[in-house]
């Protein structure tokens, strides 16, 4: 069955530290791949996204994420980073032209000072 | 920057009573959704909706559960009667086009079920 794995439920980084959450989806095709964070009480905000063509993906707040078709990963980086930051952060995908987004189960970040 | 907008933020309701959760999606939208979430599970889809007609739906929308868009803004999701398994926040989402384009959100709707 096609998944969507963030195997980090939680992960703890000092405030200016570099930051790396995983993402591993299953599928027999490339997906679309999103990445979306949520801060507390609000909705899910697109952090961005890869469709197809340069597999390093830049987005908004500093954060980039970078496609391995052989690994079937697009993991979300950040070199350093701020108290800000502190929320869930989701991996979605969609498989098909449904357009119906399968989501990973979040990982909740904490930035220590 | 135009959003998706949810109403009501909060519902507390009794169980087997019905509730009608609004969203209005982005002006030149045409896709429309409803995901969920259940406190500490995964954000899961209910249902997607263009021209008036679901599109998709997931095996959790059921016949308890219809979408309408009764005019040309809002998009509402009802629950005919109510579980104690149905609350959970729940999210609108909007998209211009199909093929995976990108959905734009709410807040949610925390609805709790008693």
């Known amino acids: 069955a096609q998944s969507v794995t963030q195997p980090d439920i939680h992960i703890t980084v000092s405030e200016g530290a570099s930051l790396e959450l995983r993402c591993n989806y299953s599928?027999?095709?490339?997906?679309?791949l999103f990445w979306y964070v949520q801060s507390p009480g609000q909705g899910l905000q697109l952090l961005l996204k890869y469709f197809s063509g340069d597999t390093l993906v830049q987005g908004i707040k500093g954060f980039e994420a970078e496609f391995k078709r052989s690994q079937s990963s697009f993991n979300l980086r950040k070199p350093s980073v701020h108290w800000s930051d502190a929320a869930e952060y989701f991996c979605a995908v969609a498989f098909n032209a449904g357009n119906m987004l399968t989501f990973g189960g979040g990982t909740r970040l904490m930035v220590k000072p | 920057e135009p959003e998706v907008t949810q109403t009501p933020s909060h519902q507390v309701t009794q169980m087997g009573q019905e509730v009608i959760l609004r969203c209005v999606p982005i002006s030149n939208h045409l896709y429309f959704y409803w995901y969920r979430q259940i406190l500490g599970q995964k954000v899961e889809f209910l249902v997607s909706f263009y021209n008036n007609e679901i599109s998709e739906k997931s095996e959790i929308f059921d016949d308890q559960f219809s979408v309408e868009r009764p005019d040309g803004s809002n998009f509402t999701l009802k629950i005919r009667s109510t579980k104690l398994e149905d609350s959970a926040m729940y999210f609108c989402?909007?998209?211009?086009?199909?093929?995976?384009?990108?959905?734009?959100f709410g807040p949610g709707t925390r609805l709790t079920v008693l």
């Open positions: 989402a909007s998209s211009v086009g199909l093929s995976a384009d990108t959905q734009y």
């Open positions: 599928y027999g095709a490339t997906p679309y």
